[in-house]
């Protein structure tokens, strides 16, 4: 099939990828764009993971303030120079962070920084509600594995949905801007402020 520059743009327009991987990701699927994308997103996860050990010592702090000014957030985004945290996707994408921290209210970063005290806290209230359901302690304990695995699936910035598109994990969005910018990016912390909230 031959590849046209428009399928080029198509895919371009969707993915953000550079031309020339839009070309080759159209002819190595012989034209199908949804396919392309998948392999391009996979080409992505493969550059994320080949940067994730390098330093994010650069960056920027971006700050996301709700109508009303009643909820705020503060997120710090790190990236190996100085000249990728000028760019516009990066800083797009740290405002973008900080929104969806103050919509979505993640308790922490990843798996790692959930607090000890949470999780025991989860874990208990799953094992007594299917106790009080007359479950045995064996099936209970098998139950609280899965819904332990939702809750942090919902309370981890990097794995919930990202609330401008549902389609993609923040985690996602992360690998795409790794792979289109071609360095190591972090999401370092985030604070997230609300009147009236502990």
Known sequence: MEITSQMVKDLRDKTSAGMMDCKKALAETNGDME??????R????????????RATSEGVIETYIHAGAKLGVMVEVGCETD???????????ARDIAMHVAAAAPVSISRE??????????????IQ?????????AIAEKMVVGRMEKFLAEVCLMEQKFVKNP??????LLNELIAKMGENISVKRFARFQVGVE
Request: aromatic share 6%.
């Open 35 to 40: 396919k392309a994308v998948d392999l391009l």
């Open 42 to 53: 996979q080409k992505g996860l493969a550059v994320a993971a080949k940067r994730a050990g």
């Open 83 to 93: 000249f990728v945290a000028k760019t516009d996707a990066f800083r797009e994408f």
């Open 113 to 126: 920084g959930v607090p000890e005290a949470v999780l025991n806290r989860e874990k208990e209230i799953y």
């Open 129 to 137: 509600q299917a106790l009080d359901s007359g479950k045995p302690q």
């Open 167 to 172: 389609d993609l994990s923040v985690q996602d």
